[in-house]
């Protein structure tokens, strides 16, 4: 499963804007995805580790998609603040 970083477009920077949003402290924590979700990082740094071992990073800036069925450890190196929405 494949989570998917990269620059958000401006389309998406606007409607990200209308979405939740969700802060989390320095921390490591297990989570599972049972909805596709969208994000934009709008403050801090993160590592996910899928259950097969990939790490995948992000931090400001960055907009992320996370598959539906995801098993990963989340590490969250800065404190984090993030637009999301599900499904």
């Given amino acids: ?10 389309k998406e920077k606007k409607e990200a804007a209308s979405w939740g949003i969700w802060e989390k402290e320095v921390s490591e924590f297990p989570w599972e995805y049972d909805e596709k979700e969208s994000c934009l990082i709008l403050e801090g740094k993160a590592e996910v580790t899928t259950e097969s071992g990939e790490k995948v990073k992000f931090g400001k800036g960055d907009f992320v998609v996370f598959p539906v069925g995801l098993k990963c450890k989340w590490k969250i190196t800065e404190p984090i603040k993030k637009y999301y929405k599900f499904g």
């Fill in 1 to 10: 499963m494949k989570i998917e970083v990269r620059k958000p477009t401006e």
